[in-house]
């Protein structure tokens, strides 16, 4: 049996089937006759196709029938950003704020559409399982990074790499091709995917997932792994720009807002005030007492309560109580003004003991935008 299917000016289409049954006892009769039919055959194609006016070039579509697909093509999908939908419900209800709100001879606000974009790419990550890890190294507790290749100097005489991020506090990321002198460094805090963990190689394969999905070699002594069932349902947003706060948490589908507050962030003052560093962290270390010393000195300056470490020496924590004071302090009229913290993020001494209560370390993203 011989079929043939042709599309011709996408008007006419001509079915030709041609049943040759042979039977014939000679065997070289059988294939002489084979061969006549397919001369044919195509004989009759090429005819039809030059009686036929083309004022376009013929286009050839292959139908392949689906059982024949083999099971290592691969099938792109266009995938269509996320429809977050965000309701109010809070939990903690002082010192909270409208959408937008006057300040001085101007309006803040809180940004919902960044938080929906960055929501959007929390669930996005979330898609399929993978074995989540946060990149450390508090203090250099795990060793001072090496030198990258292209540093500079920034304003507080320290070491950085070319996107401003400095050697100090942070982890060297190599390019896959060279683990000899590292490319860039990554913050504290960071959340990473692991790729590849060889137990025989002192470098991990990882790939960020802020700001890009790039893969880089790190040293697995500043990679700590959370593993591949935790879920990141709570997010905390800190906005530079307004200068205040907001807590979000995702039930069924939706993220319900917790709590939206004033908050005061880190100013640029050299050499010992620095900003919140803007990214996507991961709520790394608590404590109810964070002591804090005097400016350039080993001098104990007091204390900020309910503190939530995130990245660098960065926390989420109430309003500081200077030395020799010991009782908390609720509230400060700084609150939501303008940056004025060495990098943390203040905030009322009550809204900072609910984050403390509601938000569990290594489970909770921050959002620092601007």
């Known amino acids: 049996m011989a079929r043939l299917l042709c599309k011709q000016d996408d008007k006419i289409t001509c079915y030709l089937e041609k049943i040759v049954y042979l039977r014939y006892s000679n065997k070289s009769r059988v294939i002489m006759m084979t061969r006549t039919v397919f001369i044919l055959l195509i004989s009759s194609l090429c005819t039809l196709s030059y009686c036929t006016p083309r004022t376009e070039p013929a286009q050839t579509e292959v139908l392949i029938p689906v059982d024949s697909i083999s099971k290592d093509s691969a099938v792109i999908v266009e995938t269509l950003p996320l429809r977050i939908e965000i309701e109010k419900e809070l939990l ?44 450390q190294n508090y203090k250099n507790r795990n060793g001072e990074a090496p030198l990258v290749k292209v540093f500079k100097r920034d304003a507080y005489k320290r070491v950085s790499d070319t996107l401003g991020v400095e050697r100090y506090q942070s982890v060297p990321l190599y390019l896959l091709t060279d683990t ?80 939206m507050n004033p908050a005061t962030t880190g100013q640029h003052r050299p050499p010992y005030a620095q900003e919140t560093p803007l990214g996507m962290y991961v709520l ?87």
């Not at 803040?108 to 979330?126: A, P, T, V």
């Not at 963990?197 to 002594?221: C, H, L, N």
């Open 284 to 370: 790394q270390e608590k404590k109810s007492r964070m002591i804090y010393l005097v400016d350039g000195s080993k001098e104990t300056g007091g204390f900020a309560p309910y503190a939530n470490r995130f990245t660098n020496g960065a926390y989420i924590h109430g309003v500081p109580v200077n030395a020799p004071r010991k009782s908390l302090i609720e509230y400060s009229p700084s609150l939501g003004t303008i940056p004025r913290s060495h990098m943390c993020v203040r905030n009322a001494t009550s809204h900072a003991q609910f984050v403390y209560d509601w938000a569990p370390v290594n489970e909770t993203i921050v959002f620092v935008l601007e």
């Open 92 to 135: 903690y209800d002082k010192h909270t704020l409208e959408d937008t709100y006057p300040y001085k001879d101007t309006t803040r606000e809180f940004q919902w559409e960044k938080m929906k974009e960055r929501l959007s790419l929390l669930e996005s990550i979330q898609r399929e399982p993978s074995q989540w890890a946060i990149l």
């Open 180 to 259: 000899v002198t590292p490319e860039i460094y990554g913050r504290d805090g960071s959340l990473v995917r692991i790729k590849a963990m060889d137990e025989d190689s002192k470098f991990a394969r990882i790939q960020t997932v802020y700001d890009g999905e790039e893969e880089w070699y790190a040293p697995k002594k500043y990679i700590k792994q959370i593993g591949d069932t935790v879920v990141f349902d709570k997010a905390i947003f800190v906005d530079r720009h307004n200068q205040n706060i907001a807590t979000l948490e995702h039930v069924g589908s939706k993220w319900l807002v917790r709590s």
